[in-house]
C-alpha cells in the first residue's frame, strides 16, 4: 500500500519563528489533507491540497504531485500552533493513509 | 452546520462488557470510516463503508463489527472489548462524488480495564 513519511518528526521553535513541514508519499493521490491535532486530541482540518499552494492566515500549503510530496508552511507561529501536524493521502484503493505526524512546540 | 458526531466522548469500562460508539454525520456522505489513534502508531483505518451496507475492513479490524443500515449512521460495536482496545476513536466522512475533503468527528477516548 501507499506509504507516507513525515519531516521533521519533533519540531520546538520560539514564538514568531516560521516553520516548514514535509510530507513524502509513495505513489499517486487523489486526495492530500493536512490536519493539525491540537492537545486535547481534536483533528482539525487545515487544508485540502491534491495540488497546487493554498493559503489561509499564517499557515499555506503547497503540493507537488508529480513529485509526490508536500509542504505545510507555518509563518509567525504562536503557541497555540503547537500540537501535531498529520499529512493524510488517499491512494486510488480505498484506505485513507496517515503519516506519522509532527510535533510541534511552539515556545512563548 | 455540517459536522459528524460521536457519542460517548470518554468511556471507562472493562473486559468483555460489549459496548457501542455512535458516529453520525449530516452531510449526506456516501463514505464513512472509523480510526484508531495510538501513541507511537499514528491513526490507523478499522472499518469503512463506501455506502449503506457496504462495508469494508481497514488496517486493523480484528475484535471490531460495524454496521452501516442508515446513510447517516455508522456505529462501531466491540462485542467483547479488551484491554488492548484502549485507545482514541475516530468517525470520519467523505463524499466520494467528490473525494476532497474528509470530515473528523472530535473522537472517542475509551479504556478498557
Known amino acids: 500500500g501507499i506509504q507516507v513519511e513525515q519531516s521533521p518528526p519533533d519540531l520546538i521553535l520560539q514564538e514568531g519563528a516560521n516553520s516548514t513541514l514535509r510530507c513524502n508519499f509513495s505513489?499517486?493521490?487523489?486526495?492530500l489533507q493536512w490536519f493539525h491535532q491540537n492537545p486535547w486530541g481534536q483533528l482539525i482540518n487545515l487544508f485540502y491540497i491534491p495540488s497546487g499552494t493554498k493559503q489561509n492566515g499564517r499557515l499555506s500549503a503547497t503540493t507537488v504531485a508529480t513529485e509526490r510530496y508536500s509542504l505545510l508552511y507555518i509563518s509567525s507561529s504562536q503557541t497555540t500552533d503547537s500540537g501535531v501536524y498529520f499529512c493524510a493521502v488517499w491512494g486510488y484503493g480505498q484506505n485513507f493513509v496517515f503519516g506519522p505526524g509532527t510535533r510541534l512546540s511552539v515556545l512563548p | 452546520e455540517a459536522q459528524v458526531t460521536q457519542n460517548p466522548r470518554y468511556l471507562i469500562t472493562v473486559t468483555g462488557k460489549k459496548l457501542t460508539v455512535t458516529c453520525s454525520q449530516n452531510?449526506?456522505?456516501?463514505?464513512m470510516s472509523w480510526y484508531r489513534q495510538d501513541p507511537g502508531l499514528g491513526l490507523r483505518q478499522i472499518y469503512y463503508?463506501?455506502?449503506?451496507?457496504?462495508?469494508d475492513k481497514g488496517d486493523v479490524p480484528e475484535g471490531y463489527k460495524v454496521s452501516r443500515k442508515e446513510k447517516r449512521n455508522f456505529p462501531l460495536i466491540l462485542e467483547s472489548p479488551s484491554p488492548n482496545q484502549t485507545s482514541l476513536y475516530f468517525c470520519?466522512?467523505?463524499?466520494?462524488?467528490?473525494?476532497?475533503?474528509?470530515?473528523f468527528g472530535p473522537g472517542t477516548r475509551l479504556t478498557v480495564l
Open positions: 452531510m449526506n456522505h456516501e463514505y
Open positions: 505513489d499517486s493521490v487523489n486526495n
Open positions: 470520519a466522512s467523505l463524499a466520494t462524488s467528490s473525494y476532497n475533503e474528509q470530515f
Open positions: 463503508s463506501m455506502n449503506v451496507e457496504v462495508t
